[in-house]
C-alpha cells in the first residue's frame, strides 16, 4: 500500500482558489491552460520561488557557527529525493520536500505556457519558444538550469470524426542545472518533464485501459511486468511510415539521458522525472526504463544515480508486476493527489491494489491484471464549486502545496463532485460541433462511472 498523508483545504470559501486563481480549461477537457494575466503571475512566483529553493541550499552568512550542523538542501538532497522513503518528511510536509515538490511542479507547468496551441501557428503542437529562451520566456530564467533537449510522442490513435493528423507533438523538455547550481544544490540534476494530455489522440490513448506486457529490456521481456497499453503506445510508437520521421518518445530520451550521463561522468547526479496526467505516466516509465536498462548503476548500490519521479495528478500505470519490480530497481516515486480528482481513480477503477486480495489472505487470480499505484502518496483536498475542472488542474495543485490551510477553518462542500464535472464537460461539448456526440456520451458514462467510487 502506497503511503498517505492528507494536506487540508486552503483559505478560500469551499476551494482552494477563488475564479480569478484558477486557470482556465481548456476545450479539450481536464488540462488547464493559464490565461495571460494569471500566466504572468504564475511566472512571477516561479522566478521567486526556484530563486529561493536553490539559495536555500546555502548556510546563510552570518550563522558562520552553526554551518556545519544546520540542514540545508544539498546535505539533505538524497532523503528529499527519496532515498528512505520519504520517512519522516511527509508528515508533516518538511519544507525543502514541500519547496523541492513545487520547484519541480513549475518546471511541468512550463510545459503548458510554452506549448502553441494556435492552430495558425507555425509552432502548432509545438514548442513556441527555443530550447535557449523556453525558461526565460515562461519567468524561470533564474532556474538555473539549461534546457539541452525537446522530446516528441507520437499518438498511435487515429479519431474518425476528426482531421487531426496522428504527428508527434512536443510533449516536455530535458533540462540540466548548471555548474553554479549544481554546486549550491549538493549535485548535477538531470531534469525530464512531462506535460498532460491536451490533444484528442492522447485523450484516446489514455482511455486505452487493456494492460500489456512492457518488454522493454530486450535481454529479459519479463511477461509479468505489464502497463497500460496507451500508455505504453505514446512512450515506443515513432512516425514509422516516413524514414526521416521522429523516433519515439523512448529513443529520443533513452539517447539524451544517456549522453548527459556519459558528459557529467564522475560528477555526483541525480536523475528528476516530473509530470502531470499522462505525463506522470511517460515520467514512470521512463524511471522504469532507465532502471531495467541499468543506465543509472555505476558498479554499486551506494554509487547508483537516484532516479525519482514526481508525479502530480497521475493515473495509475501498471500491474502489481510493475509496481513491485519498480521498488525492486530503487525507483522512487512521490505522488501528489487530489483526493476529489478522478484521474488518480484511473485505470483500475475496480481492479486495482484494494481488490486483489479478500480478507487481507486469499489472492484472486486475477490479481496479475490489477492495477496498482507505485510510491509515496501525499494527498491533497480541493474543489472549486465554479470551475470544477480545476480538480485536474497542476496550477491548483500547486498552489494549495503553497499555502495549506488548516481543515477545520475550511467548510466542505457535500455536493457530488462528479455531477457538478459532468454538467460542466456536457454543456461545453454541446457549444462545439454536434459531430462529437460519440465523444459527449462517453464522457458522460466515464463520470457516471465515478459517483460511486
Same mark, same amino acid.
Given at each position: 500500500?502506497?503511503?498517505?498523508?492528507?494536506?487540508?483545504?486552503?483559505?478560500?470559501?469551499?476551494?482552494?482558489?477563488?475564479?480569478?486563481?484558477?486557470?482556465?480549461?481548456?476545450?479539450?477537457?481536464?488540462?488547464?491552460?493559464?490565461?495571460?494575466?494569471?500566466? *504572468?503571475?504564475?511566472?512571477?512566483?516561479?522566478?521567486?520561488?526556484?530563486?529561493?529553493?536553490?539559495?536555500?541550499?546555502?548556510?546563510?552568512?552570518?550563522?558562520?557557527?552553526?554551518?556545519?550542523?544546520?540542514?540545508?538542501?544539498?546535505?539533505?538532497?538524497?532523503?528529499?529525493?527519496?532515498? $528512505?522513503?520519504?520517512? /519522516?518528511?511527509?508528515?508533516?510536509?518538511?519544507?525543502?520536500?514541500?519547496?523541492?515538490?513545487?520547484?519541480?511542479?513549475? %518546471?511541468?507547468?512550463?510545459?503548458?505556457?510554452?506549448?502553441?496551441?494556435?492552430?495558425?501557428?507555425?509552432?502548432?503542437?509545438?514548442?513556441?519558444?527555443?530550447?535557449?529562451?523556453?525558461?526565460?520566456?515562461?519567468?524561470?530564467?533564474?532556474?538555473?538550469? *539549461?534546457?539541452?533537449?525537446?522530446?516528441?510522442?507520437?499518438?498511435?490513435?487515429?479519431?474518425?470524426?476528426?482531421?487531426?493528423?496522428?504527428?508527434?507533438?512536443?510533449? /516536455?523538455?530535458?533540462?540540466?542545472?548548471?555548474?553554479?547550481?549544481?554546486?549550491?544544490? /549538493?549535485?548535477?540534476?538531470?531534469?525530464?518533464?512531462?506535460?498532460?494530455?491536451?490533444?484528442?489522440?492522447?485523450? &484516446?490513448?489514455?482511455? !486505452?485501459?487493456?494492460?500489456?506486457?512492457?518488454?522493454?529490456?530486450? +535481454?529479459?521481456?519479463?511477461?509479468?511486468?505489464?502497463?497500460?497499453?496507451?500508455?505504453?503506445?505514446?512512450?515506443?510508437?515513432?512516425?514509422?511510415?516516413?524514414?526521416?520521421?521522429?523516433?519515439?518518445?523512448? *529513443?529520443?530520451?533513452?539517447? *539524451?539521458?544517456?549522453?548527459?550521463? +556519459?558528459?557529467?561522468?564522475?560528477?555526483?547526479?541525480?536523475?528528476?522525472?516530473?509530470?502531470?496526467?499522462?505525463?506522470?505516466?511517460?515520467?514512470?516509465?521512463?524511471?522504469?526504463? &532507465?532502471?531495467?536498462?541499468?543506465?543509472?548503476?555505476?558498479?554499486?548500490?551506494?554509487?547508483?544515480?537516484?532516479?525519482?519521479?514526481?508525479? %502530480?495528478?497521475?493515473?495509475?500505470? /501498471? $500491474?502489481?508486476?510493475?509496481?513491485?519490480?519498480?521498488?525492486?530497481?530503487?525507483?522512487?516515486?512521490?505522488?501528489?493527489? $487530489?483526493?476529489?480528482?478522478?484521474?488518480?481513480?484511473?485505470?483500475?477503477?475496480?481492479? $486495482?491494489?484494494?481488490?486483489?486480495?479478500?480478507?487481507?489472505?486469499?489472492?484472486?487470480?486475477?490479481?496479475?491484471?490489477?492495477?496498482?499505484?507505485?510510491?509515496?502518496?501525499?494527498?491533497?483536498?480541493?474543489?472549486? !464549486?465554479? +470551475?470544477?475542472?480545476?480538480?485536474?488542474?497542476?496550477?491548483?495543485?500547486?498552489?494549495?502545496?503553497?499555502?495549506?490551510?488548516?481543515?477545520?477553518?475550511?467548510?466542505?462542500?457535500?455536493?457530488?463532485?462528479?455531477?457538478?464535472?459532468?454538467?460542466?464537460?456536457?454543456?461545453?461539448?454541446?457549444?462545439?460541433?454536434?459531430? !462529437?456526440?460519440?465523444?459527449?456520451?462517453?464522457?458522460?458514462?466515464?463520470?457516471?462511472? %465515478?459517483?460511486?467510487?
Amino acid at each position: 500500500m502506497a503511503s498517505k498523508i492528507l494536506m487540508p483545504n486552503p483559505c478560500v470559501t469551499h476551494v482552494a482558489y477563488s475564479a480569478s486563481m484558477v486557470p482556465r480549461s481548456h476545450s479539450s477537457g481536464q488540462v488547464c491552460l493559464p490565461n495571460k494575466s494569471t500566466a *504572468e503571475t504564475t511566472a512571477s512566483i516561479s522566478l521567486s520561488l526556484v530563486s529561493s529553493s536553490l539559495t536555500s541550499a546555502m548556510p546563510a552568512k552570518s550563522d558562520k557557527t552553526n554551518s556545519a550542523t544546520t540542514p540545508t538542501l544539498a546535505r539533505m538532497w538524497r532523503e528529499v529525493h527519496g532515498c $528512505n522513503n520519504w520517512e /519522516g518528511l511527509v508528515e508533516p510536509l518538511h519544507p525543502f520536500l514541500r519547496q523541492e515538490i513545487i520547484r519541480y511542479g513549475e %518546471f511541468v507547468t512550463a510545459c503548458y505556457q510554452a506549448f502553441d496551441l494556435d492552430p495558425s501557428s507555425k509552432r502548432y503542437l509545438t514548442c513556441k519558444y527555443g530550447k535557449k529562451s523556453l525558461l526565460r520566456e515562461v519567468g524561470m530564467g533564474n532556474s538555473s538550469y *539549461e534546457v539541452t533537449k525537446y522530446i516528441y510522442a507520437t499518438p498511435d490513435v487515429s479519431i474518425p470524426i476528426q482531421n487531426e493528423p496522428s504527428c508527434g507533438r512536443w510533449i /516536455g523538455y530535458v533540462a540540466v542545472s548548471s555548474d553554479d547550481a549544481a554546486r549550491r544544490l /549538493g549535485r548535477r540534476d538531470i531534469v525530464i518533464t512531462f506535460r498532460g494530455t491536451v490533444t484528442n489522440p492522447e485523450w &484516446i490513448a489514455n482511455f !486505452m485501459s487493456s494492460l500489456t506486457p512492457a518488454k522493454l529490456d530486450p +535481454n529479459n521481456p519479463r511477461p509479468d511486468v505489464k502497463v497500460e497499453s496507451g500508455f505504453l503506445s505514446l512512450y515506443t510508437s515513432n512516425e514509422s511510415d516516413d524514414k526521416f520521421g521522429l523516433k519515439s518518445c523512448r *529513443e529520443q530520451l533513452l539517447s *539524451e539521458v544517456s549522453r548527459l550521463l +556519459n558528459l557529467y561522468k564522475g560528477e555526483e547526479l541525480s536523475i528528476s522525472l516530473a509530470g502531470h496526467s499522462m505525463g506522470s505516466s511517460l515520467a514512470l516509465l521512463l524511471a522504469y526504463d &532507465i532502471a531495467e536498462l541499468g543506465l543509472n548503476r555505476l558498479g554499486a548500490p551506494d554509487l547508483d544515480i537516484p532516479v525519482t519521479v514526481f508525479s %502530480f495528478g497521475g493515473p495509475r500505470v /501498471g $500491474n502489481l508486476g510493475f509496481k513491485e519490480r519498480c521498488e525492486e530497481l530503487g525507483v522512487k516515486v512521490l505522488r501528489i493527489v $487530489n483526493v476529489n480528482d478522478p484521474i488518480t481513480k484511473l485505470p483500475g477503477v475496480f481492479l $486495482n491494489e484494494s481488490f486483489r486480495v479478500l480478507g487481507g489472505r486469499y489472492e484472486f487470480p486475477w490479481s496479475c491484471s490489477c492495477y496498482a499505484h507505485v510510491g509515496v502518496e501525499i494527498v491533497l483536498d480541493f474543489f472549486n !464549486m465554479q +470551475n470544477p475542472s480545476c480538480v485536474h488542474d497542476l496550477g491548483s495543485y500547486i498552489s494549495l502545496l503553497r499555502c495549506p490551510k488548516k481543515g477545520d477553518e475550511v467548510q466542505k462542500d457535500e455536493e457530488n463532485i462528479f455531477i457538478r464535472a459532468r454538467e460542466s464537460i456536457l454543456s461545453s461539448w454541446a457549444q462545439n460541433s454536434t459531430n !462529437m456526440e460519440p465523444l459527449r456520451n462517453a464522457a458522460s458514462n466515464f463520470v457516471n462511472l %465515478f459517483q460511486n467510487v
